[in-house]
């Protein structure tokens, strides 16, 4: 077990305190900027929970903040650039107030390289720290408060398991879990096993104790996250995914229970079984196809084929007659033609997902995909895009057209943001859900609630109480 030391973790509340005590009486404020994926929104909430241990109180506005924080992604080209270039507009809030602390975290600076050109070219960040230094923030932070110092810290990649540290949760009804950490699948096209390491799971009773304190605080919806969720326990034995989804199901308590992200190798009958049987689990599934050629996915190193998947698929329905289920596309992998592209359209067809992730394929260095040849054309890729969204969108509309006269369960979370005149909320399909403004929908704010659907859209449904 790779669980970072309890004497560790208490030097890191030291570091805290004196951070306050540096802090106390300045009504210092933090803003954190996310990139990514939930993962690193729940690395965030840590990030979050540490700031305020510091002294720091929360701001949604970069311009007042006296700390921020931007937590990076690095699964594609465009997420890093978008992360870059935030960084950079950082440095005149630095010029107006030479006291501000700017932080870069997370993927993007695990990678050698990008620490590298944030040292040399952003003189105007103070720390950095990779994503299996995170526990080691207070420590940095105290540095560079006391010494005015640059902090940089991205060995270990491989990072330990930190339990106990403080964290701010954005809602009050919804919370993410981690259960595991890492990647050993190495997918020829990914980066996350070099930045985020090998797969490590969390000790079942932390898992535990951390959803029991989440019921008892009225929390509604819990969402179990790992890069690989479904391996979790295959490194330390402890008991498998299926076990873990049953035995949280079994807790006491009005709440609903997700997962994600699962890999098809993964998904087992065992797992599908569980869900079936157990009524606070969600009957909804993501599950990345990644591509609908058995060639492609050969070559993206997936492990199964597109029969093996559409088995899967086919076990899930006939215990769970109305499952939604997601997916992650990738277009444009190298090599990929237009046959096995049409391919992956194809399984669309078959599969009829609810919904899906579609990504044009990026190359990230030292994967091996991104040194294969015949690279595809930035025009084919974006074509391909955009059929690929054609023909779904065309399946989630008529699937969300099914779902009109029914009577669904659904977590109201509060106002819409597009619209102050509608509320909005998740039905178990995880689909979004918007209803009117009224009093006695007011009331539902962090309930479930019964509502009809009377209206949808391609990517959401429309209702009443
Ligand atoms: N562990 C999860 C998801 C990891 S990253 C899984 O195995 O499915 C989330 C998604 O980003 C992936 O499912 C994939 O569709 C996409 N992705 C990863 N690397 C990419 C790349 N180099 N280019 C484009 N999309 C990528
Ligand atoms: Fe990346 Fe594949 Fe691991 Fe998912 S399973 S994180 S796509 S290497």
Redesign the pocket.
């Known amino acids: 077990m790779k669980t970072v030391s309890n004497e560790e973790i208490q030097k890191q509340y030291a570091f805290m305190r004196e951070a306050a005590e540096l802090n106390s009486g300045k009504g210092l404020r933090f803003f954190v900027r996310t990139f990514g994926c939930q993962q690193n929104e729940a690395d965030s909430e840590r990030i979050a929970g540490m700031c305020r241990e510091m002294g720091y109180s929360p701001t949604e506005d970069e311009k007042n903040a006296d700390l921020i924080v931007v937590n990076t992604c690095a699964v594609r080209e465009h997420a890093e650039l978008r992360a870059l270039s935030i960084t950079g507009q950082f440095k005149h809030l630095k010029e107006k107030n030479p006291a501000l602390i700017i932080a870069v975290c997370g993927c993007m600076v695990t990678q050698e390289h990008r620490a590298n050109a944030i040292k040399n070219s952003y003189p105007y960040v103070d720390l950095l720290f990779g994503t299996g230094m995170l526990y080691r923030f207070p420590e940095l932070l105290v540095g560079c408060l006391k010494e005015h110092r640059r902090r940089f810290m991205i060995d270990e990649t491989e990072g330990n398991i930190a339990e106990g540290l403080p964290v701010l949760r954005e809602s009050k009804i919804k919370a993410w879990v981690s259960v595991m950490y890492g990647?050993n699948?190495?997918?020829t096209?990914?980066v996350?096993?070099y930045v985020r390491g090998r797969e490590r799971s969390r000790r079942r009773e932390d898992i535990l104790a951390e959803v029991r304190g989440l019921i008892a605080d009225g929390c509604r919806e819990i969402t179990l996250l790992g890069?690989?969720v479904n391996s979790y326990g295959k490194d330390s034995g402890d008991c498998d995914f299926a076990d873990l989804v049953s035995e949280i199901c079994s807790l006491d308590g009005d709440f609903i229970l997700r997962f994600m992200?699962s890999?098809p190798k993964d998904a087992s009958r065992k797992l599908i079984d569980v869900m079936a049987d157990s009524k606070k689990c969600a009957k909804q599934f993501h599950l990345?196809l990644q591509s609908g050629s058995a060639r492609v996915l050969k070559a993206m190193n997936?492990r199964y084929t597109p029969e093996s998947y559409l088995e899967v698929v086919g076990y899930m329905r006939e215990r769970m007659p109305d499952i939604a289920i997601s997916s992650d596309i990738i277009v444009g992998f190298p090599g990929e033609t237009d046959e096995e592209f049409g391919e992956t359209l194809d399984m669309l067809e078959r599969v009829r997902f609810d919904m899906i992730y579609s990504f044009i394929y990026s190359p990230r260095k030292l994967t091996p995909a991104a040194e294969m040849d015949c690279q595809i054309s930035p025009e084919v890729k974006s074509q391909r895009m955009e059929r690929l969204l054609e023909v779904q969108n065309a399946i989630s509309l008529e699937k969300n057209q099914a779902a009109v006269g029914a009577v669904q369960r659904v977590l109201i979370e509060g106002e819409s943001r597009s619209d102050p005149t509608m509320l909005t909320g998740r039905n178990d399909a995880n689909k979004l859900v918007h209803i009117p403004r009224s009093p006695l929908s007011e009331s539902k704010i962090g309930e479930f609630a019964e509502v009809k659907i009377t209206r949808a859209e391609t990517f959401a449904l429309f209702g009443e109480l």
């Open positions: 990647c699948n190495f997918c096209y990914c996350v096993p890069q690989n992200t890999h990345p997936r």
